[in-house]
């Protein structure tokens, strides 16, 4: 007999029946109607977006967390849950979810007006309306207070010029959630897509999170009434505190893809025979197994932990920082020793390890590079600021 990772560190007793309905719900969609798909879409680099964003809609992981307006308002920690389920197929259908639901839909819930949310927090959550958050620029990705798209005022209007770069959803967006600097300092501004000056090339060639749209803003004169400034968003904390909730949901999320691989690779070995017997009954491949897991593990523990305290109002940025940087950096080495145990199948598309593996080379860099949260948890614990 075999254990699942779960049942050997015994993870569901740590969960309510509600969070456990809810993750098996968002497994069951995962399984059924991304798995069979993903390995084309990942080659292609084509996603139908559209459709997947009213089916996950539905599913109610739009926007979960967050309260009224449409959305589903679970425990965080059932948001992570279904980060994770969803990181298990693929990281590009997390990465659909986060920004939707966490950037671009927090932001405004967080900092828009009652007319901001009205106009599109329902649309947001049901998917028939997709958002983005235009926070990188080509010269300023670590440090976004060097930005430089601008918004100024001209009359009752703004008008914002400058270019964004590497955004989710960006060319397939109704509305994108733009900062830009102001005489008053960094704002946010709700851009509706389709307002003259604004486009969104898709940057193509990608390696990694190839079951993602990711795209350029270009803005360019683009003239905006003074009601499409976010209200209550003042300075970088505006678009980081938006960060950290997104950062939270990839804690989790990361943990999906990790186990995918481990699962992967735990059955490849027992079924695959070298010389004359299976490859799981050698000590070496049993000794990365049973590492991996214990990391595995480990990361869903930490998960669990921040779930509860961010359920609880607790949770600060430095922790989300040490979530971000171990379970993404983790479940990448796992990712990477999984496709040693395939060999050569390992390079192909017909199982899902090298796929995640590329997949969490973005992951490692977006939301806080591992280089920043690591100047972060050592600011913390040593009073020194070493980011410049
Ligand atoms: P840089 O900031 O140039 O960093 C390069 C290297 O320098 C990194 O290793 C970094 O850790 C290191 N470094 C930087 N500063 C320091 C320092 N002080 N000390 C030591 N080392 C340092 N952005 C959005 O706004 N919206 C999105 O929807 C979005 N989606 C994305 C999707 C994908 C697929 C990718 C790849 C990126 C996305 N991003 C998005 C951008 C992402 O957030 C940035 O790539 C990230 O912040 C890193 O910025 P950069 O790529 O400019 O790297």
Not at 29 to 48: C, K, S, T
Request: with cysteine.
């Amino acid at each position: 007999m075999s254990l699942s990772l779960s049942q050997l560190f015994a993870l569901d007793s740590l969960l309510s029946p509600e969070e456990l309905e809810i993750r098996s719900t968002v497994r069951k969609f995962g399984e059924q109607r991304i798995r069979p798909q993903i390995a084309q879409w990942f080659e292609r680099g084509e996603i139908p977006v559209r459709e997947l964003a009213v089916e996950l809609g539905s599913l109610g992981v739009l926007g979960m967390h967050l309260q009224g307006y449409g959305c589903a308002g679970t425990s965080a920690t059932a948001y992570g849950l279904a980060c994770l389920e969803l990181e298990a197929v693929d990281s590009g259908i997390r990465s659909l979810v986060s920004v939707q639901g966490s950037l671009a839909m927090f932001s405004l819930h967080h900092w828009g007006s009652e007319e901001q949310k009205r106009q599109w927090l329902p649309r947001l959550a049901a998917g028939t309306a997709i958002g983005c958050f235009g926070l990188t620029e080509p010269d300023f990705g670590s440090n976004p207070g060097g930005m430089r798209t601008h918004a100024k005022r001209d009359g009752g209007d703004w008008v914002l010029n400058g270019t964004k770069m590497w955004i989710t959803n960006g060319s397939v967006a109704d509305v994108a959630v733009v900062w830009a600097r102001t005489e008053e300092g960094i704002r946010g501004f709700v851009v509706p897509t389709g307002t003259p000056g604004f486009s969104a090339p898709e940057i193509r060639s990608k390696l990694s999170l190839r079951a993602s749209v990711t795209s350029e803003l270009v803005l360019e004169d683009v003239r905006l009434p003074d009601a499409a400034m976010l209200p209550l968003a003042h300075g970088l904390r505006g678009p980081l505190t938006s960060l950290g909730e997104a950062r939270f949901g990839i804690i989790f999320g990361a943990l999906g893809a990790a186990r995918d691989c481990l699962e992967t690779a735990v059955e490849y070995a027992r079924s695959r025979r070298v010389f004359d017997k299976s490859l799981a009954a050698y000590q070496l491949t049993q000794a990365k197994i049973a590492d991996m897991a214990l990391e595995v593990g480990k990361g869903h523990l930490l998960a669990y932990h921040l779930g509860r305290l961010k359920d609880r109002g607790e949770l600060g940025a430095d922790q989300v920082s040490l979530g971000k940087l171990n379970n993404v950096r983790e479940a990448l080495e796992v990712a990477r020793q999984c496709r040693t145990i395939l060999g050569a199948n390992g390079i192909t598309l017909e199982y899902p390890v090298l796929r995640h593996a590329n997949n969490l080379e973005s992951v490692l860099t977006y939301e806080g590079t591992s280089e920043v949260h690591q100047l972060t948890i050592g600011k913390a614990l040593t009073g020194e600021s070493a980011f410049r």
